[in-house]
């Protein structure tokens, strides 16, 4: 991760890494990689091109700094859209023909970032021929050797738009949440209420309950991500002789989630 101390958004959610994992709860199984572009810094505040998500087709072409360049400057774009775009996501091409969706995050009206997810083909719509053109255009511009981009062209994950939509909802649910939480201000035990009760509510308000459950499913998520690393760093301790080193550094990773 990159060091982001004067962010706005960093000391609005306090806690990075939780909020990371919400994200990884939101998107599940999802094979397209993720990210939060800060409106103030315009740094990344995760480092995405390093993690397994992140597909083969966009890392061959972000491992040439030109390519990377032009990544960039999309996502800079997009973020910029989203200033004054009210939007709660927009979904779009972006310059190598590739679907990707932009969920700005806003306090008090104002963009304090951006996440980024996608990396997929949509449908039956022809986008593999357009980005089969678009890879041979980039090989040579950048003056990649043939086959760089365009190899990798048939192993982008296609999706339907139902499931690019129902993340989408996923990733403005953790939206939500992280803002709540680093604000003081999320309401979770109200949510395990509406869920002992879903039956009833499913007849009576099948929305609220439907994004209640998502509310569900991404704290547990995170919960459950935050229990196994408690778990692991115990062993940790026990093998080091249990003097505590390090507990500190893992402390602040916990913190916003201890007051759930």
């Known amino acids: ?26 998107l599940g199984r999802w094979e397209g990689a993720y990210d939060v572009l800060l409106a103030d810094t315009h ?9 397994e998500r992140f597909c083969g087709f966009c890392s061959a072409l972000r491992a040439y700094p030109e390519g990377d360049a032009l990544c960039r400057e999309h996502d800079t774009e997009m973020a910029r859209r989203a200033r004054t775009n009210q939007s709660a996501h927009m979904l779009y091409k972006c310059h190598a023909g590739l679907t990707d969706v932009a969920v700005p995050i806003r306090v008090g009206g104002e963009l304090v970032a951006t996440v980024f997810f996608g990396q997929v083909l949509v449908g039956d719509t022809g986008d593999h021929d357009v980005v089969m053109r678009r890879a041979a255009d980039l090989e040579e511009k950048l003056g990649m050797p043939k086959g760089t981009l365009t190899s990798q062209v048939d192993h982008i994950r296609t999706v339907s738009r139902a499931e690019l939509d129902d993340k989408s909802a996923r990733v403005k649910q953790a939206r939500r949440l992280g803002v709540a939480l680093g604000r003081g201000t999320a309401r979770l035990p109200e949510a395990h209420a509406h869920r002992t009760s879903s039956a009833q509510g499913q007849r009576d308000h099948p929305r609220r309950v439907r994004a209640v459950e998502r509310q569900h499913d991404l704290v547990g998520s995170v919960l459950g991500a935050h229990r196994a690393r408690g778990r692991q760093d115990a062993r940790i301790d026990r093998r080091d002789g249990g003097d505590g080193a390090g507990a500190g550094t893992r402390g602040r990773a916990a913190t916003s989630i201890s007051r759930w």
């Open 1 to 26: 991760m990159i060091e982001t101390t004067q962010s706005r958004f960093v000391e609005l959610i306090g806690d990075v890494e939780a909020f990371r994992l919400m994200l990884e709860g939101a």
């Open 43 to 51: 740094e990344y505040l995760y480092n995405a091109i390093e993690s």
